[in-house]
């Protein structure tokens, strides 16, 4: 408030100033502060231990330009999508947003596990992958390979989840060879076999 010069009762009589301009300032404060209006949010070309087992989805994802992220404003992120991820992994350790021509993807970590989850442009889930070593891998998975592959050691486990359906990329290894198997629907296949070099 401002006080007027006196009046005829001898007090001065309170005016409001104009509070146009208080509105104009609270309300650039506010579009800056939830547009994004900073610096484009960047981040590294690939996720670090970035599996090669990947699925042909992701394999597509990343012909699609994933690998090749370009700098953007988190609000450009679809908001479905934004919603799903905090609601499905509230605890995620820095998060990591990607955009490529395909949608988002987001790498982060969630109890000590790395993960991966894509989502179309729509904000649609596309599919999950989480990554970790044979200590945490599902007894009965670990069993089924371990059958299978009695001389082998596993390094790498992908859990790939599409569509409500999962499976299992894997790594193995032995003195002479790597392995790379898949299971899915209780079967094991060999998807690509290489030997050491010596």
Known sequence: MRFRPETSGG???????????FTCLAAAVFVWLFTGCSLPSRVNE???????????VISDMRKQGLSKSTPFYLTEINSKAM????????????????????????YFIRDGIRHKVYYTRAGDHKCT?????????????RQLVESVFEDYSIFVVNEITRMGKTRYEIKIEDESSIKEIKVEDGGVNVTNDFVKSK
């Open 129 to 141: 992958i989480r990554q970790y070593s044979v200590e945490t891998m599902p007894l009965e998975i």
């Open 11 to 21: 007090r001065p009589k309170p005016t409001i100033m104009p509070t146009r301009y």
């Open 83 to 106: 919603r799903s991820f905090v609601s499905s992994y509230s605890n995620a350790t820095d998060p990591k947003w990607v955009k490529y021509p395909g949608g988002f993807a987001v």
């Open 46 to 56: 690939k996720p670090k231990n970035s599996a090669a087992t990947d699925d042909k």
